[in-house]
């Protein structure tokens, strides 16, 4: 079992940056595929970044070249380092982790967090 839990969301003004963290139970961050989804309100459930199995690393188009995903195995912690944050970021972040990088990425991962408050203001 694998529990993970996110921190770092809050009230920022659009151009501004936060981090993300999400600290796993386990040696996941290792070994299993990990990744962020974001659901807005009204919104499907839809990935923003994610790091394989193989640590490569895979990015929604709209997030492109504002955020960056990062592991630190260590501490069992992945990171989203968001910049450049505009109003339609708003929504509610999720860590989540999978032992198959493709389930992760097809939304189905095994283990989510409780999420994370992410909104951003004009």
């Known amino acids: 079992q694998v529990q993970l839990v996110e921190s770092g969301g809050g009230l920022v003004q659009a151009g501004g940056s936060l981090r993300l963290s999400c600290a796993a139970s386990a040696r996941a961050s290792g070994t299993y595929a990990m990744g962020w989804f974001r659901q807005a309100p009204g919104k499907e459930r839809e990935l923003v970044a994610a790091i394989s199995v193989g640590r490569n690393t895979y990015y929604a188009d709209s997030v492109k070249g504002r955020f960056s995903i990062s592991g630190d195995n260590a501490r069992n912690t992945v990171y989203l380092q968001m910049s450049g944050l505009k109003p339609e970021d708003t929504a509610v972040y999720y860590c989540?982790?999978?032992?198959?990088?493709?389930?992760?990425?097809?939304?189905?991962?095994?283990?989510w967090g409780q999420g994370t408050q992410v909104t951003v203001s004009s």
């Open positions: 989540a982790a999978d032992p198959r990088t493709a389930s992760l990425l097809s939304g189905k991962a095994n283990y």
